[in-house]
């Protein structure tokens, strides 16, 4: 039986956002940030984005920026590459 992790997502006036779940950052750019969050991809959409504090060690983030859209992408259409590990190479 495959667990699936619990992820949590707060949206204070679609221009803070606090994610539970997050073990990578994948893509990031002012307009869009995809997470890794295990299972699936969280995308996000908007303008101006901002991560504040990252923290895969307890699967944390916070971001910053005018949120157009969510959306999860499922285990088929996730993307291999680490951010990180190809921001240090």
């Known amino acids: 039986m495959n667990t699936i992790e619990q992820s949590y997502i707060a949206i204070e ?13 994948l893509s990031y750019d ?3 940030i995809i997470f890794d969050m295990g ?3 969280l995308v996000i959409l908007g303008k101006d984005f ?3 504090k990252i923290d895969v ?3 944390t983030a ?3 920026g005018y949120l157009y859209s969510l959306s999860y992408n499922d285990g088929k259409q996730k993307s291999t590459k ?8």
């Open 13 to 25: 006036n679609r221009t803070k956002m606090e994610i539970k779940g997050v073990s990578d950052v």
């Open 39 to 41: 299972e699936c991809e």
């Open 50 to 52: 901002n991560i504040k």
């Open 82 to 89: 680490s951010f990180f590990t190809s921001l240090f190479k």
């Open 30 to 32: 002012g307009e869009r």
């Open 62 to 64: 916070e971001i910053c």
């Open 57 to 59: 060690e307890n699967k």
